[in-house]
């Protein structure tokens, strides 16, 4: 019984010695960019109302949620998503605000995924939301911004691939589809069978362009180029168009931002998470299957809690960013220099008095206490074993 109690539940993991240490420089990196930036730091609950990411939200699906009971019966969830707890607090605590919010956080998120793939359950996000700017210029700050980060945090090789969801709503609209026949559309993009798509595209005789329209998701990283061609198909179809106008303008500001190569164009992008009304995107690198960067625009989300605000966002996922980095052989500047201070009880005063006007310079010290049981030449030992610094005897 002992030894089950040593292991941790499937999808969650323990974090110690050099890794917690890299994890926590990590995120202090990501804060203080996030500072300079202009976002203000804010913490909410772990576990929310489960009508916080109810259906009507578009967050996590309710069967992927850790759902428990308070002592007077309201039903409790451990947040999947951190975007919809910080809509509520912006709509409670800035509702008469006129002028754009600013707020930035790192938490741990928690999704019960049945389908159990090497996936963890508990993630660490640190995330940045724009709240109160409907403009493409708030956008680009989001790319420019989660750009900057990674590259703080010591990435060199990675891809932002964006897209817009009225791209493809467009399609769907200007084609008269039913919502089943949409829903096989996006399970056969999510599987990347275009061919699918092709097909059912090819029964409904649509119009050339609207065609050529559907045939552009195809295309994985579409370029200004194609975007300027897909404008000119897609006169007729206004949403589409809008979509494609706006894509046009972000990059003309990431090029402002000087961060333009880092972004790519992807017409067939999808996101899991339904309150996304305008531009998204997501962030890939070597070294993970998963995305590292998620966000995007989520215009009608501080509605549900009364408050009438467009907003911009985006998390970075630092257990996917740590492994990536790791299996780049990327090393996070963790400063854990040590210093030991070995004593015994007749130097004890001595031993505490260095170690205090060391500690008042910064430096990390140690007190290791000599007795029957733990000997001078076992602390040697341990200290070579665990590199530490410099060690000191008062005996």
Known sequence: MKQELLHT???????????????????????????????????????????IFGKQIGSTSAKDLYKFFDHEGNTLVLRPDITPSIARCASKYFMDEVTPIRLCYIGNTFINNKNYQGRLKECTQAGA???????????????????????????????????????????????GMDEETELQV???????????????????????????LFGMLHEYAVTTDTLKLAKEKAKNYQKVYDALEHMEQLHSILEMYQVEKYVSYELAMLSSLEYYTGMIFAGYTFGTGEAIVKGGRYDQLLNYFGKDSAATGFVIVI?????????????????????????????????IQIAEKLRKTGECVELMKVTADTTKEMYEDAAEKQNVKDVIYCL
């Open 319 to 351: 257990d996917q960013l740590m492994a990536a980095l790791s299996r780049q052989n990327i090393k996070i500047p963790a400063d854990i220099a040590q210093t030991w201070i070995v004593y015994d009880t007749a130097h004890q005063v001595n031993a």
């Open 9 to 51: 539940p499937e999808g969650v993991r323990d974090i110690y010695n050099g890794e917690c240490e890299q994890k926590i420089v990590l995120e202090d990196n990501m804060m203080s960019v996030f500072k300079i930036y202009g976002y203000h730091p804010i913490q909410t609950p772990m576990f929310e109302f489960f009508d």
């Open 129 to 175: 939301e724009l709240i109160g700017d409907a403009s493409v210029d708030a956008d680009a700050e989001m790319i420019a911004l989660a750009i900057h980060s990674l590259k703080n945090a010591g990435l060199t090789e990675f891809q932002i691939s964006v897209g817009h969801v009225d791209y493809l709503g467009g399609l769907f609209e200007a084609a």
């Open 186 to 212: 996006k399970d056969f993009i999510n599987n990347k069978n275009f061919y699918g798509v092709d097909e059912i595209v090819e029964k409904l005789d649509l119009p050339q362009d609207l065609v050529e």
